[in-house]
Every structure is written in structure tokens, then in C-alpha cells.
């Protein structure tokens, strides 16, 4: 996600609280640029979890199970 795709994202969400209020293209465009956000923001953090590793108390590292997972 690009910081122009987020300034336009806002510039949107700024326009919809007007009392002119968003053109149906950009509510369509709005709904495209949220999605792409938040999967990018899902991406982001999965990549994060997937490298995270759970330390015990003898100092052992064993790598973050998905929940529902068993092993």
C-alpha cells in the first residue's frame, strides 16, 4: 500500500462525511482502496507472526502454531 493509495483513502473518507458525500465510483473506489489496505495490513502481520517464536523457561525456542493446530 502506497502513501498515495492511504492519502486517498482518507481524501475519500473526508469527502463521504460532506454533505455532498461520495459519487457511486468513488464509493466503489473507496471499497477497492479499503480491502487492498486491509490485506495488506493481514499480510503484514501474518508475515510477523510467522517468524515469532514462543521462548520456554529452559530457554528453548519453539516456532508460533497457528491456533487449532496440534504438535
Known amino acids: 500500500m502506497t502513501k498515495e493509495q492511504i492519502g486517498r483513502i482518507n481524501e475519500l473518507a473526508r469527502k463521504a462525511k460532506t454533505p455532498e458525500g461520495l459519487t457511486e465510483a468513488e464509493q ?3 471499497a477497492v482502496l479499503r480491502r487492498a489496505y486491509i490485506d ?3 499480510g503484514n502481520l501474518k508475515g510477523q507472526l510467522d517468524n515469532t517464536y ?9 516456532k508460533l502454531k497457528a491456533k487449532g493446530t496440534e504438535g
Do not use: F, T
Not at 514462543?54 to 519453539?62: A, E, M, P, S
Open 54 to 62: 514462543i521462548v520456554d523457561g529452559q530457554g528453548n525456542k519453539r
Open 28 to 30: 466503489a473506489e473507496q
Open 40 to 42: 495488506s495490513v493481514l
